[in-house]
Antibody, heavy 121, light 111 residues
Framework: EVQLLESGGGLVQPGGSQRLSCAAS????????MSWVRQAPGKGLEWVSG????????YYADSVKGRFTISRDNSKNTVYLQMNSLRAEDTAVYYC??????????????WGQGTLVTVSS | QSALTQPASVSGSLGQSITISCTGT?????????VTWYQQHPGKAPKLMIY???NRPSGVSNRFSGSKSGNTASLTISGLQAEDEADYYC???????????FGGGTKLTVL
């Protein structure tokens, strides 16, 4: 059974940093691209970042480029999202999502339960 | 404002069919066959319903179907059931520097 378990959310001050983790199980982790998608309270979905199965290719939404960094450790079956220079508009539930191929493409067949990041003073 | 345009709400009666539209541009929906549809119930994670415009993952009811014409993609749900009541989001690959864009979501009410 595929499982994705996010952690690392919480309350952070504007300008601060936070690192999210997503532990995966139930599939050959290194074979699939992974993405982070967020959802602000009461709002729609927004793609944030993606990474290929090998970790050699990374992609970012314009809204987070230069502030967020996605990475993965295939030996630990874990994908990370390092978030720096956080802003109030980054407040959202952050979902980890599994791609269907080793290369990044839209279409995520499994999602985690999400972790809430609140940016506020 | 979302990159893809969806109606804010649609409704239909039990057993009827509805269609949700997702309008983009020649840089996203019109350019690529990477349109995806997700279903999201309140407080839950999204669920993949359609990928690559019209492909259904295993386990998704064949009452759900997807199509595309020009810059507009569509999700059709036939034989509406109470459990179909949820929010639906489309997404598409895009040639812009942000590689993937979502629609604003459509709330489906089953009467």
């Amino acid at each position: 059974e595929v499982q994705l378990l996010e952690s690392g959310g919480g309350l952070v001050q504007p300008g601060g940093s936070q690192r999210l983790s997503c532990a995966a199980s139930g599939f050959t982790f290194s074979t699939y691209a992974m993405s982070w998608v967020r959802q602000a309270p009461g709002k729609g979905l927004e793609w944030v970042s993606g990474i290929s199965g090998s970790g050699g290719s990374t992609y970012y939404a314009d809204s987070v480029k230069g502030r967020f960094t996605i990475s993965r450790d295939n030996s630990k079956n874990t994908v990370y999202l390092q978030m720096n220079s956080l802003r109030a508009e980054d407040t959202a539930v952050y979902y980890c999502a599994k791609g269907q191929t080793t290369y990044y493409l839209p279409g995520y067949d499994f999602w985690g339960q999400g972790t809430l990041v609140t940016v506020s003073s | 404002q979302s990159a893809l345009t969806q109606p804010a709400s649609v409704s239909g009666s039990l057993g009827q069919s509805i269609t949700i539209s997702c309008t983009g541009t020649s840089s996203d929906v019109g350019a690529y066959n990477y349109v995806t549809w997700y279903q999201q119930h309140p407080g839950k994670a999204p669920k993949l319903m359609i990928y690559d415009v019209s492909n259904r993952p295993s386990g998704v009811s064949n009452r759900f179907s997807g199509s595309k014409s020009g810059n507009t993609a569509s999700l059709t749900i036939s034989g509406l059931q109470a459990e179909d009541e949820a929010d639906y989001y489309c997404s598409s690959y895009t040639s812009s520097s942000t590689l993937e864009v979502f629609g604003g979501g459509t709330k489906l009410t089953v009467l």
